[in-house]
């Protein structure tokens, strides 16, 4: 299952993506049509075989290992039929 992720922490900001990054989590995806790749908004992940369920256990963990606060965390599964992006540029 696909699944795509946003959220608001209160620090650390980099070390929390590339934890996750590390459990397999994506900033972009790649394109179709006209965008090479697809550039997520800069708190926005997407996991292709994680359950919206197991990347809220995943964000928590990350939080609970870096001492840092979740404020706010959204997670659904992703719909590769359904959707509209902007490309973005690359980080």
């Known amino acids: 299952m696909e699944s795509i992720i946003t959220y608001d922490i209160s620090e650390k ?3 929390f993506k590339n934890e996750m990054k ?3 989590y994506k900033d972009r995806i790649k ?3 006209n965008c090479e790749w697809i550039y997520f908004p800069n708190t926005t992940l997407y996991h292709a075989t994680k359950s919206p369920h197991n990347a809220n256990e995943d964000a928590l963990e990350i939080c609970r290992k870096l001492n840092i606060k979740l ?3 959204f997670s659904t ?3 590769r039929d359904n959707w509209w992006a902007m490309c973005g540029d690359s980080f």
């Open 31 to 33: 394109g179709i049509k």
């Open 77 to 79: 599964t992703w719909n």
């Open 22 to 24: 590390k459990l397999g």
């Open 71 to 73: 404020e706010r965390y």
């Open 13 to 15: 900001h980099t070390e």
